[in-house]
C-alpha cells in the first residue's frame, strides 16, 4: 500500500515538489505552467501539440454561402490573384472556379446548380477562344469572347463597391444608439433676487424703447371757401384799398393761404371786388365793388 507525501512537501531548492500521481497525470506537461495555453481539451489547458492529433477530413470546409453568387466568386478568384480583368486568363480561371464547385457539389446540390451555370458559360468562352477568329468585314476586329463576361464583372464590382460604401455609413441600431436623459427637477420653483436697482434699469430700458417709437398725427383740417370770403368782405369794409398781401395770414398755413386765393378769384368773380394796379410792377390793391371811386 503506497502513502502519499504532505501536501506541502518541496525540493532542495524550495520548490513545490510534484507528487507520483500528478506526475503521471501531467505527462509531458512542461514545469513552467504560466505560458499561454495553445487549447483546451476538455476544459483542461493543453500546452504542447500532441504526436497522436487526429484531424478528420471533414473538419476543415469552405462554405460558398459566403460568396454572393458566381459573380462574387469569380471576381475574388480574379482580384486575389491580380489578374487583368480586362484580359482574363480564361484556363487557370476555370480551373480554379471548378474546383470550388466540385466542393460543394457534394454537400449542396441546390448551391452548386447556380455556380454550375456559370462554370458552363467558363467552359463555351474558353471553347470559343480555342477556335479561330470569325471573319469580318475589313477594318474590324473580331469580338472578344469574353466582352460579355468582363462588362457584367465590371458593373458587378461598381455595384459592390457602391454597397459597402453604404454599409459604412452610420445606421441606427448598428452604430448610433439613442440615448435618453432624464433630468430630475425640483418640485418647489426657486425664483431670482430683484433688488430695487434691477427694477430701475428695466424701468430706464422700457424708457428708452418708448423714446425710440414716435407718432406723428396727420389731421385734416376743414376749410370752406364761402368762410373765407366773408372774411375779405369784412376786411375791405371801411377801408377803400386794401393791398393785396395784407389780404392774407401766413401764420395760418399754407392750406389757408390757399383757400383765401380761391375766395378772391371767387369775389372777382361775382363782381364784389375789384383789383387794380396802377402800373406795372407795382402794388396791386383790393376795393369793394360798390365803394365810389
Not at 513552467?32 to 477530413?57: C, K, S, T, W
Not at 469580318?136 to 461598381?158: F, I, S
Not at 430695487?196 to 396727420?218: N, T
Not at 401764420?251 to 387794380?276: H, Q, Y
Request: a negative charge; hydrophobic letters at 45%.
Amino acid at each position: 500500500m503506497s502513502t502519499r507525501p504532505p501536501s506541502d512537501s518541496r525540493t532542495a531548492d524550495g520548490a513545490p515538489a510534484l507528487l507520483p500521481a500528478d506526475a503521471a497525470g501531467l505527462g509531458a506537461m512542461p514545469q513552467v505552467i504560466d505560458q499561454v495555453a495553445l487549447a483546451r481539451l476538455y476544459g483542461e489547458p493543453l500546452f504542447a501539440m500532441p504526436h497522436d492529433l487526429y484531424i478528420p477530413p471533414d473538419a476543415l470546409k469552405v462554405f460558398l454561402e459566403a460568396f454572393e453568387g458566381p459573380l462574387d466568386l469569380l471576381l475574388y478568384l480574379i482580384r486575389r490573384q491580380n489578374f487583368n480583368i480586362l484580359d482574363i486568363p480564361m484556363a487557370a480561371v476555370t480551373r480554379q472556379y471548378l474546383s470550388y464547385v466540385d466542393e460543394i457539389r457534394s454537400t449542396n446540390l441546390e448551391l452548386a446548380a447556380e455556380y454550375l451555370l456559370m462554370a458552363a458559360m467558363l467552359i463555351e468562352i474558353k471553347s470559343r477562344m480555342l477556335l479561330p477568329p470569325k471573319k469580318t468585314a475589313e477594318g474590324q476586329e473580331p469580338e472578344d469572347p469574353r466582352a460579355e463576361l468582363v462588362r457584367r464583372l465590371l458593373e458587378y464590382e461598381q455595384i459592390k463597391l457602391a454597397a459597402q460604401k453604404l454599409n459604412e455609413i452610420p445606421q441606427y441600431g448598428r452604430d448610433v444608439m439613442r440615448v435618453q436623459v432624464f433630468v430630475e427637477q425640483a418640485l418647489q420653483p426657486r425664483f431670482p433676487d430683484v433688488t430695487v436697482v434691477d427694477l430701475q434699469d428695466a424701468w430706464r430700458d422700457i424708457v428708452k424703447r418708448a423714446k425710440l417709437v414716435q407718432h406723428h398725427v396727420i389731421s385734416r383740417e376743414e376749410l370752406s371757401v364761402r368762410e373765407h370770403m366773408s372774411i375779405v368782405l369784412r376786411k375791405l369794409q371801411g377801408a377803400r384799398f386794401v393791398e393785396f398781401e395784407d389780404l392774407f395770414d401766413p401764420s395760418r398755413g399754407m392750406p389757408v393761404l390757399v383757400v383765401t386765393f380761391v375766395a378772391l378769384l371767387e369775389l372777382c368773380k361775382e363782381g364784389l371786388i375789384d383789383v387794380t394796379q396802377a402800373e406795372a410792377f407795382a402794388p396791386i390793391y383790393v376795393r369793394l365793388a360798390y365803394t365810389p371811386a
